[in-house]
């Protein structure tokens, strides 16, 4: 698992998905949970400005808990 830092696009284009999915995603919960990955939000000093970053380990994380295997035993 990595550090890297990825955009609302960035994450969109890797997942195939719409940016307003990703935006969706943050606003909606599913078991209490939000439905996607965990997000940071940067703050610029002496600047109103924000940005949303996904850590990739988290991205990793929250896709783990898609993978299911099957055991054809």
Known sequence: MTNELLTTDQLALELGVKTQTIRVWRTKTRKGKPMGPKWTTIR?????SKFIRYLRSDIEEWQSTFITTENNA
């Not at 610029?44 to 109103?48: A, G, I, R, S, V």
């Open 44 to 48: 610029k000093q002496n600047n109103h």
